[in-house]
C-alpha cells in the first residue's frame, strides 16, 4: 500500500495531527522551531512523517510555501559527519543542488568538520570558496597572527613547500584555529539564510530513527542542528522513541546524568505520537477475516505495529494453521479450539520472546524456562480465552488453561515419547503422540513451519 492510500485510508486519524502541528509552525512566523515526536519503536513513526510529507505535496498553499528534506539518522550513522549527511540529503532540492549556496555550504561543511588544527588549515586554504567580506576579516586575521602581508592566497603558495606547511601549522593552534572557525560557521549561517531569501521558501526537516543510531552520532546530530541550523525559516521535526535515546546517550555520559532533560533542551514543542487501536489495525491488516482468537491473542501479546504487520502478512500469505487441524486425527469438541490457541501461543511465543521458543524446540529448557513459558502461556490465553468466551454461549465456553496445565504440556513436548492423550482442561483431551512424526519432530511445536 503506498503512502497516499495510507493517507487518505487514514485508519488512526492522524491527519488532524498533522494539521495542528502545521498550525504551530505557521504561528511563529520566520522563526526556527523544532518539534520532537515521541513514540516506541515500530508505533509508525516513519509512516507518520511520509503522511506528513504527502500532506504538504498536496496542498498547493503549502507547497509553494515548504522543501521538505527527510534524513534517515540510523541509514547515516555509519558516516563520520552528520553535517556533510545532512548536506546531501538538502540537496534532493533541485533548486538548492544547482544553487552557488550548495556549493559554499557543502565546502564549508567539509572544513567545520575537520577537528586537527593542521588538517583545518589545509582544508580552508585547498578548496573553500569564501565572499569577499569574510575572506577580508579572514586576511586580516591571518596578517596579525603569522607576518605583515600574509594573506589566503600567499599562504597557499607558501604551503605547497611541505616544511613550509609544518612551519605555519605551528601556528594554528587550538585557540587560533577556532577564531577562524567560528567565521566560517557565521558565513555556513548567512548562506542558509541567503538561500531561504532567494526562494522564498522554508525548509522543513524531518530527522527519523535518532533512536536506533550510535549514540555518538545521535548527540552530534543534536549538536548540529542546535548550532548550525537554528536559522529563520528552518524548522525541524524529530522522530524518537525518547526512553530508547535517552538510555542510549545514557551509555555515552553514564547512568547519574539527566539524559531526558539534556534532549529536551533541543525541543521547543515535544508531544507523542497518539495512540493506536490495534485491534481496528489488526481487523484492517487482515481485511476482517481473522479467527477470532488469534486476533484476542494478537492483543495480549501487545506487539507493536510494525510486528502486527508482519505477523499478519504471513498468516495471509500461507494460511496453513487450518490445514496443519484438518489432517490431525481425532479431533472431538473443543479439541480444535485448544490446538488453536496453543498452536497460535506457540507461533506468537516465537515473535514475543525467540529466545525461549528456540530453546524449547531444541528442548533444552532449563526449569526456570519451562515455569517462565507456562506463565506466558497461561497468562496470554487467559486474556484470549476471555474475551473469546465473552460474546458466546455458556456451554460453549473454554476453560481457561491453568499454569501447571501449561508447564505439563511445556514438559510434554520438550519430551522425546510425548503421552497419547494429553488433558487440557476437564473433559478436552488432544492426542499428542499422534502430532509427532517419523523424525520425531513434533508438528505443533513446528507450527511456524506452516505460516
Given amino acids: 500500500m503506498n503512502i497516499e492510500e495510507i493517507y487518505n485510508g487514514d485508519l488512526f486519524e492522524r491527519r ?3 494539521r495542528t502541528l ?11 522551531k523544532v518539534i520532537s515526536i515521541h513514540s516506541p519503536w515500530g508505533t509508525g513513526k516513519t509512516t507518520f512523517i511520509e503522511m506528513w510529507k504527502h500532506y504538504i505535496s498536496i496542498d498547493q498553499n503549502l507547497k509553494d510555501k515548504y522543501y521538505t528534506v527527510y534524513f534517515n539518522a540510523w541509514e547515516n550513522d555509519d558516516s563520520k559527519n552528520p553535517l556533510i549527511s545532512i548536506l546531501i540529503e538538502l540537496n534532493e532540492i533541485p533548486e538548492f543542488k544547482n544553487s552557488s549556496e550548495s556549493k559554499i555550504l557543502t565546502t564549508a561543511a567539509s572544513v567545520l568538520s575537520t577537528k586537527a588544527p593542521k588538517f583545518f588549515l589545509k582544508a580552508l586554504l585547498g578548496f573553500f570558496p569564501l565572499d569577499s567580506e569574510i575572506k577580508t576579516e579572514i586576511n586580516k586575521f591571518f596578517s596579525s597572527l603569522i607576518e605583515e602581508g600574509m594573506t589566503l592566497d600567499t599562504l597557499k603558495e607558501a604551503f605547497k613547500n611541505q616544511s613550509e ?10 585557540f587560533n584555529t577556532e577564531i577562524i572557525r567560528k567565521k566560517i560557521k557565521k558565513l555556513f549561517i548567512q548562506t542558509l539564510q541567503q538561500f531561504q531569501q532567494k526562494t522564498n521558501k522554508k525548509i522543513l526537516f524531518f530527522i527519523d530513527e535518532l533512536d536506533r543510531c550510535r549514540p555518538t552520532f545521535a ?45 529536551r533542551r533541543f525541543v521547543d514543542l515535544e508531544c507523542s505520537l497518539p495512540k493506536t487501536d490495534k485491534e481496528k489495525y489488526i481487523r484492517y491488516l487482515v481485511g476482517g477475516n481473522i479467527h477470532d482468537l488469534l486476533g484476542n491473542l494478537l492483543k495480549a501479546f501487545d506487539f507493536s505495529l510494525r510486528d502486527l504487520e508482519k505477523i499478519v502478512n504471513v498468516i495471509k500469505i500461507t494460511n496453513r494453521f487450518d490445514y496443519f487441524t484438518s489432517n490431525i486425527r481425532y479431533l472431538r469438541g473443543n479439541q480444535t479450539n485448544y490446538l488453536f490457541i496453543i498452536g497460535y501461543l506457540l507461533f506468537l511465543l516465537k515473535y514475543k520472546y525467540p529466545v525461549l521458543y528456540i530453546k524449547l524446540k531444541n528442548k533444552t529448557l532449563t526449569t526456570d524456562d519451562k515455569i517462565e513459558i507456562s506463565q506466558i502461556l497461561e497468562e496470554k490465553s487467559r486474556f484470549a480465552l476471555n474475551l473469546y468466551n465473552l460474546f458466546r454461549n455458556e456451554s460453549l465456553q473454554l476453560i481457561p488453561i491453568s499454569k501447571e496445565t501449561f508447564l505439563d504440556l511445556t514438559t510434554e513436548l520438550i519430551s522425546k515419547c510425548p503421552s497419547k492423550e ?3 482442561s476437564s473433559g478436552t483431551k488432544i492426542d499428542l503422540a499422534n502430532m509427532v512424526d ?5 508438528k505443533l511445536l513446528d507450527i511456524s513451519l506452516y505460516f
Fill in 16 to 18: 488532524r495531527f498533522i
Fill in 22 to 32: 502545521m498550525e504551530y509552525i505557521q504561528s511563529y512566523e520566520n522563526e526556527c
Fill in 165 to 174: 606547511l609544518e612551519k605555519y601549522s605551528e601556528k594554528f593552534n587550538d
Fill in 219 to 263: 548527540i552530534e546530530t543534536l549538536e548540529t542542528i542546535k548550532h548550525l541550523f537554528s536559522v529563520e525559516n528552518y524548522n525541524f521535526i524529530l522522530a524518537w522513541d525518547l526512553e530508547q535515546l535517552s538510555y542510549s546517550i545514557g551509555t555515552v555520559y553514564g547512568s547519574n546524568m539527566d539524559t531526558g532533560g539534556y534532549l
Fill in 422 to 424: 494429553f488433558e487440557i
Fill in 438 to 442: 517419523s523424525n520425531g519432530v513434533n
